[in-house]
C-alpha cells in the first residue's frame, strides 16, 4: 500500500520544488565559495604575496593573446550598429549626433562589455578548464601537500592580471570601436570623418573614462575570479571538467551583466 | 620524527569509511596499506596530509615535512621538470631566499640521479613515460627533505619492469632519507619488496595487521582471501 508520504514524493510539485531547492543551494554554495575565495585573494594581494613570473605570463595571456578576437569582435559590434544607424540618422538630419552616439556607447558600455564577453569566452573558460583538469588530476592536491597556497599560486595572479590588463583592452575596444563606427558611417552614410569625430566628444566627459576603466578592471578581476573558483571546485573527471568551464562563463556573464548594472545606476542613473 | 595515527575517523555521507584507525611508523620503517578498492586506503594518506578533514582521532607528526607520490604522478603540466622538483623551494616563502638558481640547478640534477634520470630537466611532463613521471614525482617529492612520505600506490598502471624499478626506488629513498614511509597498494611484489609491516584495511577498520612474510602465511580468514585474490571469505566487496 502506497503511503502518503511516498505519494507525495513521486508527486510532479514534490519533484519541482525539491528542484529548485536543489538548484538555489548550488547557487549559495558557489557565491559563498567565490566570496572565501575573494577574500583569501584579497588577503595575499594586500600582504604583497604576489608571483611576479607568474604574473607576467597570466598578463600575457589576459591581454595579448586576446587582442585579436577581442578587438575584432568590438570593430565588428561597431560596424552592425553604425551601418544601421547612422545612414537613418543622416537622413532623419542628426548627422552631428552618430559620432556622439556611437562614442558614448563604447566609451561607457560596449567598448566594456563586449570585452568582458570575449574575455569570458577566450581566458575565462580557458582558466576555468586549466584548473579545473590541476584539480581533478591531484595537481591542486600536490601544490597543497608542498605546503603552497593554491589562492596564492592560482588565484592571485591570474586575478591580478585581469584586473591590470582588462583597462588596457577596454581602451584599445573603445578606440577601435569608435573608429570603426567612422569609417563605417562615411561609408554607408556618407558621413565626413570631420563631422563624426567633430560630434565625438561632446558627450564624453573625463568621469566616463574614468567608470569605464574602473568597470574595466571589476570586470577583469570577476572573470578571474568565478573562473578560477569555478575551476578549484570541479569534481569527477572529464565530465567535471566541461561542467566547471561552463558554469563559470555562466557565472561570469551573470556576473558581468549584475555589475554593469550597478554601474549604470551608480554613475548615469 | 615517526608518525603515528591514533583512532583515526573518517565520515562521508553518514558512513564511517575510516573508523577507528590506529597505527604507528618509526623513522627508517616502511608500512604497507592493503585492502579493496574502497576500503578507505588513500583516504587515510588524505587524512595524513591535510587533504581531508578527519571527524575524529589524532595524527602526530614531527616538525618536518610530510611528502606525498600521487597515484598519477600529478606532475604540474605548465611546468618542465627542474620546476617541477623545485617547486616547493620557489614558491615557498620561507625556502626561496635560501637557493639561488645554482643551488636550484643543482639540487634538481642531484634528486634527478637519485632517481637514475638524466638531462630531463627542461622536458615537460608530456613529454615522459608513465615510469619517468613517477620518478620525476619521488624526487619532487624528497626535494624538502620530508621525514615522512606517502606513496599511493605508486606501481598502478605501471608494467611489472617499471613497478620493480619503482619499488628499487621506494627501498632506496628510505634508506637514503631514513622517513617514515606508508604504501598504498594493492600489488603482492610491492608489498613483499618493499614494506616492514602491513596493516589490512576492510569497511574502514584494520583486520590484520603484521609482516609481509606472516601475511603471505596466510593465517586469517583476511589474508588467505587477499593473497589468494578469491571472492570467498570475509570481505566483500563494498557498494
Redesign the interface.
Known amino acids: 500500500m502506497i503511503t502518503l508520504q511516498k505519494y507525495y514524493r513521486q508527486s510532479a510539485t514534490y519533484r519541482i520544488f525539491k528542484g529548485i531547492l536543489e538548484e538555489f543551494t548550488v547557487f549559495l554554495e558557489t557565491l559563498g565559495q567565490i566570496t572565501e575565495k575573494l577574500g583569501l585573494t584579497a588577503k595575499f594581494i594586500l600582504k604583497g604575496?604576489i608571483?611576479k613570473k607568474e604574473l607576467i605570463e597570466q598578463c600575457n595571456r589576459f591581454g595579448i593573446s586576446s587582442l585579436p578576437i577581442t578587438l575584432s569582435i568590438t570593430a565588428m559590434t561597431s560596424i552592425i550598429i553604425a551601418s544601421q544607424v547612422a545612414a537613418e540618422m543622416v537622413k532623419q538630419g542628426g548627422s552631428n549626433f552618430v559620432g556622439l552616439l556611437l562614442t558614448i556607447l563604447f566609451v561607457r558600455e560596449a567598448g566594456a562589455v563586449m570585452s568582458a564577453f570575449a574575455i569570458i569566452s577566450m581566458i575565462g573558460s580557458s582558466m576555468a578548464s586549466?584548473i579545473a583538469t590541476?584539480r581533478v588530476?591531484?595537481?591542486i592536491?600536490?601544490?597543497?601537500?608542498?605546503?603552497?597556497h593554491p589562492v596564492r599560486?592560482l588565484f592571485v595572479p591570474r586575478v591580478l592580471a585581469g584586473i591590470i590588463m582588462m583597462p588596457f583592452i577596454v581602451i584599445l575596444a573603445s578606440v577601435i570601436g569608435v573608429i570603426a563606427g567612422a569609417v563605417t558611417s562615411d561609408l554607408s552614410a556618407g558621413l565626413s570623418y570631420r563631422a563624426y569625430f567633430d560630434s565625438a566628444w561632446l558627450g564624453v566627459y573625463i568621469k566616463d573614462l574614468f567608470v569605464s576603466l574602473f568597470k574595466a578592471a571589476c570586470f577583469g578581476g570577476t572573470i578571474a575570479l568565478i573562473s578560477c573558483t569555478c575551476g578549484y571546485h570541479a569534481s569527477g573527471g572529464a565530465k567535471g571538467v566541461g561542467l566547471a568551464t561552463t558554469k563559470a562563463v555562466v557565472w561570469s556573464f551573470v556576473a558581468i551583466v549584475i555589475i554593469d548594472m550597478i554601474f549604470a545606476i551608480a554613475f548615469f542613473y | 620524527m615517526s608518525i603515528e595515527v591514533k583512532s583515526l575517523i573518517k565520515i562521508y555521507d553518514d558512513r564511517k569509511v575510516i573508523d577507528n584507525v590506529s597505527f604507528k611508523v618509526n623513522d627508517g620503517e616502511t608500512l604497507a596499506i592493503v585492502g579493496f578498492s574502497g576500503s578507505g586506503k588513500s583516504t587515510i594518506l588524505?587524512l595524513i596530509?591535510?587533504?581531508t578533514p578527519r571527524d575524529g582521532g589524532e595524527i602526530i607528526t614531527g616538525d618536518g615535512?610530510?611528502?606525498?607520490v600521487?597515484?598519477?604522478s600529478?606532475?604540474?603540466?605548465?611546468l618542465n621538470v627542474a620546476d617541477n622538483i623545485t617547486?616547493?623551494l620557489q614558491?615557498?616563502?620561507e625556502l626561496r631566499k635560501k637557493y639561488t638558481q645554482k643551488d636550484l640547478a643543482q639540487i634538481v640534477t642531484q634528486k634527478l640521479e637519485l632517481v637514475g634520470l638524466q638531462g630531463i630537466e627542461n622536458k615537460f611532463p608530456s613529454e615522459l613515460s608513465g615510469g619517468m613521471q613517477k620518478r620525476v614525482s619521488f624526487a619532487?617529492a624528497i626535494v624538502?627533505e620530508p621525514n615522512t612520505i606517502l606513496y599511493d600506490e605508486p606501481t598502478a598502471g605501471l608494467d611489472p619492469i617499471s613497478s620493480t624499478l619503482i619499488e628499487d626506488y621506494i627501498v632506496r629513498l628510505k634508506e637514503e632519507t631514513n622517513a617514515a614511509s606508508i604504501v598504498v597498494t594493492h600489488q603482492m611484489s610491492t608489498i613483499k619488496r618493499t614494506a616492514d609491516r602491513v596493516i589490512m584495511l576492510y569497511d574502514g577498520k584494520i583486520v590484520y595487521e603484521g609482516t609481509p612474510d606472516d601475511m603471505l602465511k596466510m593465517n586469517t580468514e583476511y589474508t588467505k582471501q587477499f593473497v589468494t585474490a578469491s571472492l570467498d571469505g570475509p570481505m566483500k566487496m563494498i557498494a
Open positions: 604575496e608571483e586549466e590541476m588530476t591531484e595537481q592536491d600536490a601544490i597543497q601537500v608542498l605546503k603552497v599560486y | 588524505k596530509c591535510g587533504l615535512d610530510i611528502a606525498m600521487f597515484q598519477y600529478a606532475l604540474f603540466d605548465s617547486f616547493a614558491e615557498r616563502r619532487r624538502t
